[in-house]
């Protein structure tokens, strides 16, 4: 079975430094991984995956992130937080394996504070 | 286009009662899965439909059921309400296929039991 850890369940950054909120996973194939971000009283908000290919995958907002096969990891970064910025991050993993569908498979979740 | 969209928003019942919740992915979408959130458990997967058929269920008992229409339009129904099902239920549509990875989520309908 698959799973996803997010170690923090908060991170705090002042606006205009760079981020990164980590994400490490164990799923028995290839990851298919995934970031979302949900603002108060919404719905997830996809902001980018990796699938295969380059391990530095770019997305929406200025995002992005790197995916290290050796570790496990899927960290997602951007170069200068906004204040805006501030939601809670989900990192998510999908099984591949057949008869799985479409199943996402969450991380707990990292609330993000960009304080200005 | 327009996006997922869930009704009703928000939703109070009392212990005992049943629920239904509507979910109509974007337009196009045939894949619909449903997940609970919940401050103490996170996100959790409850089932997807694609074509009218279940094809994964989550760990769920057998008082969380869904359908799924011919126009891809998903309901969810809990039955006999417990306290610890006041959560927000997110539905997510997707172009299903092994290219087509994004799930695109809906704001969720917020039940609270009381």
């Known amino acids: 079975a698959q799973s996803v850890a997010q170690p923090e369940d908060q991170v705090n950054v002042a606006e205009g430094n760079p981020l990164t909120v980590k994400c490490t996973y164990s799923?028995?194939?290839?990851?298919?991984l995934f970031w979302y971000v949900q603002y108060p009283n919404r719905g997830l908000q996809f902001l980018l995956k990796?699938?295969?290919?380059?391990?530095l995958v770019k997305g929406s907002y200025g995002f992005e992130a790197e995916f290290n096969k050796s570790q496990t990891s899927f960290h997602l970064k951007k170069p200068s937080a906004l204040v805006s910025d501030s939601a809670l991050y989900f990192c998510?993993?999908?099984?591949?394996?057949?008869?799985?569908?479409?199943?996402?498979?969450f991380g707990g979740g990292t609330r993000l504070m960009v304080k200005p | 286009k327009a996006g997922v969209t869930q009704t009703p928003r928000y939703l109070i019942k009392t212990r005992g009662q049943q629920v239904t919740l509507s979910c109509s992915p974007i337009?196009?979408?045939?894949?619909v899965s449903w997940y609970q959130q919940t401050p103490g458990q996170g996100l959790q997967f409850l089932f997807e439909?694609?074509?009218?058929?279940?094809?994964n269920k989550g760990n769920f008992p057998g008082r969380f059921s869904g359908r799924q229409f011919s126009n891809s339009r998903s309901e969810m129904n809990v039955s006999t309400l417990e306290l610890g099902d006041s959560a927000l239920y997110l539905c997510?549509?997707?172009?299903?296929?092994?290219?087509?990875?994004?799930?695109?989520f809906g704001p969720g309908t917020r039940l609270t039991v009381l």
């Open positions: 439909y694609f074509s009218e058929t279940q094809r």
């Open positions: 990796y699938i295969t290919g380059d391990n």
């Open positions: 799923v028995s194939g290839n990851p298919y």
């Open positions: 997510a549509s997707m172009v299903s296929g092994r290219l087509n990875n994004e799930q695109f």
């Open positions: 337009s196009g979408h045939r894949s």
């Open positions: 998510a993993v999908r099984d591949m394996t057949a008869n799985a569908g479409n199943m996402l498979t």
